[in-house]
């Protein structure tokens, strides 16, 4: 009964019929209460997505994987401090942390969002340690900064690893099969052989041997009836014979020997067929004997097995030697009998016929009726060198009749070892470009995705990785295109989502992201990546307050989402809600300390309530994370020059040029600075190649009128005025331009404004 329930449950597993697999598991912990089964329904509770009946289920218990369940569903109700606590109990310090490297992965997520960053990277390299192909422990730690190069963590030691850990699972099983099923044969047999009295067992033995030396072939299946009249065993294929009865079960019996005699295997030609089974008959008590004595032997008396299905006879002596050979025939594959001696209470039973040279033969399978035919000693060589070659799929597995190929194990290692290192390979690539991406080195890291095989490129998260570096870059365009490949290739897949609806918003496309956050509405609405598309799509339209309510919800669908808090606080800082603004990239930072875009938000904020220290440190906290952000150190370049910083904010400004010669940011800010330090001169130089990248800016007309008007230079002053008054600026500027030309012959009246 209990075995029913199990098998009902896991099939309702494997077909996600969750509430069937929750009430078949409720039926069986009622009937047969145990811990082992509250962990089952624990389980079933946790894939229908109700973590909360599996944290009061769990609650209490000590198993080790009851205290793993426990702690994944405290951590998915954000209950990390009872999460850790199942994890590694307080009065068991040097408990082992359950289920490996899974235990160490979910141990090194609660380290996280607690802030304990050096315990999360430990256990996340644990986690790696005991599987090398935890990809998602690999990513954890490229998102917290500390990954190894790809090269060191997926390396050819790792891919030997995994070899011999297949291999000894490979092995494991199968000589746990071969035990398994050669004790279950020889039990069969001997509570067959306790049921047949030693008359009864005589009788069986002579009818055997007068059947082989007959050479008698009948039709039909053998069935034995006992001397005394009695009914037959019908649970071994209504025979009452243990060597018949596995002759006929589905898996053919292990290589057993009986002490084979030295003469045994060369046994004269002229030596009778029933002296030969005597002997063998009299043998003593059955053992297992080396598998090489065992080839040498059974080389000398039987022919190899041919291909499934066909049973190859070489009939070498005549039909003295013929009466030695015995095929044995299970599921439909014969394989070379192995099977040489009996004991007592058992006998050769195999059907037999006496075979001349090329003369063929027929018989049948007792339970398939599969014709079987013989055929001449050239065709059984080429049988032998058939049997040898023949894929593993027509020759039966060792541990189910102990045919030995030679080279086979060796083929199956090169398979395994070649396939490891094929697969550590695609990983060096991908982890390698992964961590580039996450140093934010995003043009080596493109560099390396185009490495990979064209199958891998063209999956929607390669291309969806490609896309974000090209964000980083500023690249929009290549962004597009790169997120535009992914949701063709994966129109299904949420990767990157929120990403590419920012870029649309930056490339201003307004119909694409209405259409792309339609999309993804359509596709999944609890998911955040498409509530970050929606209120992108409202920012665009300048409608921040609806705006504000889609990010809002894409963070009460996920909290640890760290890019849906950011966006809020972008929103509240248009409203000039400051303050709700802070809390807002507080708690993007609390979801992931190294969201550079929350360091800037802080440090823009700050910067605008000319807060400038406070404005600087954050700047610099987000530029020691993303070092090659041209727009993080224009900023940081801005406060330093606020704070009088000049050299250093000079020095920095520089950086931001060679980082990105496109930003026309940093040269404005550049120029700026120089005219500050009375570089007059050099400040109109860095104008006029700014002029080439931004040749509709106004702001930059107007700083040139200012450094004309600095120099005495009136005419080009009103000149370089009028121009940014013709490039139709904002009502702020107009004004400020306005009055600049007010002033314009007052000496030494500088607007900073501008």
Not at 50 to 70: C, D, P, V
Not at 488 to 503: A, K
Not at 657 to 663: E, G, S, T, V
């Amino acid at each position: 009964m209990e075995a029913v329930f199990i098998d009902s449950i896991q099939n309702s597993l494997r077909n996600f019929m969750y509430r069937n697999a929750i009430f078949m598991c409720e039926r069986l912990c009622a009937e047969f209460p145990s811990e082992v089964h509250l962990q089952l329904l624990a389980d079933c509770y946790l894939r229908n997505n109700q973590a909360y009946a599996a944290y009061h289920i769990l609650k209490g218990t000590q198993m080790a994987q009851s205290r793993y369940l426990f702690a994944l569903s405290c951590f998915q109700m954000d209950l990390f401090n009872e999460a850790e606590t199942a994890l590694c109990p307080a009065n068991e310090p040097a408990s082992e942390i359950p289920n490996g490297a899974a235990g160490h992965y979910l141990l090194g997520l609660i380290y996280r969002y607690t802030d304990r960053r050096k315990s999360a990277i430990r256990h996340f390299r644990q986690a790696l340690s005991l599987d090398a192909l935890f990809w998602a422990a690999y990513e954890e730690l490229c998102m917290l900064g500390s990954a190894e190069d790809a090269a060191v963590v997926f390396s050819e030691a790792a891919a030997l690893s995994i070899q011999k850990q297949q291999q000894q699972q490979q092995h494991g099983h199968a000589s746990q099969n071969f035990m398994t099923s050669s004790e279950d044969r020889i039990a069969a047999a001997a509570r067959t052989v306790e049921d047949v009295s030693p008359r009864q067992l005589r009788t069986m033995q002579s009818n055997n041997v007068r059947d082989m030396t007959h050479g008698a072939v009948a039709s039909g299946g053998i069935v034995n009836q006992p001397p005394n009249g009695g009914p037959p065993n019908l649970s071994f294929y209504s025979t009452p014979s243990p060597i018949v009865a596995q002759q006929l079960s589905g898996v053919a019996p292990p290589p057993l020997c009986r002490n084979v005699q030295p003469n045994l295997a060369t046994v004269s030609s002229d030596s009778s067929p029933k002296s030969t089974v005597n002997a063998a008959i009299q043998a003593p008590r059955r053992k297992f004997v080396d598998e090489g004595k065992l080839r040498k032997i059974s080389g000398r008396l039987f022919s190899d097995s041919g291909p499934r299905r066909s049973t190859r006879l070489a009939a070498e002596t005549g039909a003295s030697a013929n009466a030695n050979a015995a095929t044995l025939m299970g599921n439909g594959t014969t394989h070379s009998t192995k099977y040489l001696g009996s004991s007592k209470s058992s006998s050769v039973a195999l059907r037999a016929v006496t075979l001349r040279r090329g003369q063929a033969w027929a018989s049948e399978s007792f339970e398939e009726g599969i014709r079987y035919e013989a055929f001449d000693d050239s065709r059984s060589n080429l049988a032998a060198i058939a049997s040898t070659s023949s894929p593993s799929g027509d020759v039966r597995s060792d541990s189910e009749g102990m045919t030995t190929i030679p080279g086979r194990s060796n083929i199956e290692d090169s398979r395994v070892h070649g396939g490891a290192s094929d697969i550590f390979g695609l990983l060096r690539v991908l982890g390698e470009g992964y961590r580039l991406s996450w140093m934010y080195r995003c043009q080596d890291a493109l560099d390396i995705y185009r490495k990979l095989p064209h199958k891998h490129y063209n999956t929607g998260w390669v291309l969806s990785q490609v896309g974000k570096a090209y964000f980083e870059l500023i690249d929009y365009l290549e962004a597009d295109r790169a997120f535009s490949l992914a949701r063709r290739v994966s129109p299904y897949s949420l990767e990157g989502m929120d990403v590419y609806s920012t870029v649309l918003y930056h490339l201003k496309e307004d119909m694409k992201l209405s259409y792309l956050a339609q999309e993804l509405v359509s596709t999944d609405r609890l998911a955040p990546q498409t509530w970050c598309a929606m209120g992108n799509c409202y920012s665009l339209q300048k409608d921040h307050d609806t705006a504000l309510k889609n990010f809002q919800r894409a963070v009460q669908l996920n909290s640890r989402f760290a890019y849906a808090h950011t966006l809020c606080g972008h929103e509240y800082v248009a409203l000039e809600d400051f303050e709700n603004g802070i809390k807002s990239y507080q708690n993007a930072l609390r979801a992931d300390s190294r969201h550079y875009n929350a360091w800037y938000g802080l440090g823009m904020v700050y910067l605008r309530q000319e807060k400038f220290e406070f404005s600087e440190h954050h700047f610099r906290m987000a530029f020691q994370i993303n070092p090659r952000s041209s727009v993080i150190m224009s900023y940081l370049g801005t406060a330093l020059h606020a704070l009088k910083r000049n050299e250093e904010a000079l020095m920095m400004m520089e950086k931001a040029i060679l980082a990105d010669k496109k930003n026309p940011l940093p040269m404005y800010q550049k120029a700026i600075i120089l005219v500050d330090m009375e570089n007059l001169d050099e400040g109109l130089d860095v104008l006029e190649d700014l002029k080439e990248y931004a040749p509709r800016e106004c702001s930059v007309y107007a700083l040139m009128g200012k450094i004309y008007k600095r120099r005495n230079m009136y005419d080009k002053a009103m000149l370089h005025f009028g121009l940014a008054l013709d490039l139709k600026p904002s009502a702020a500027d107009v004004a400020t331009i306005k009055a600049a030309i007010e002033k314009l012959h007052v000496p030494d009246e500088l607007d900073d404004s501008l």
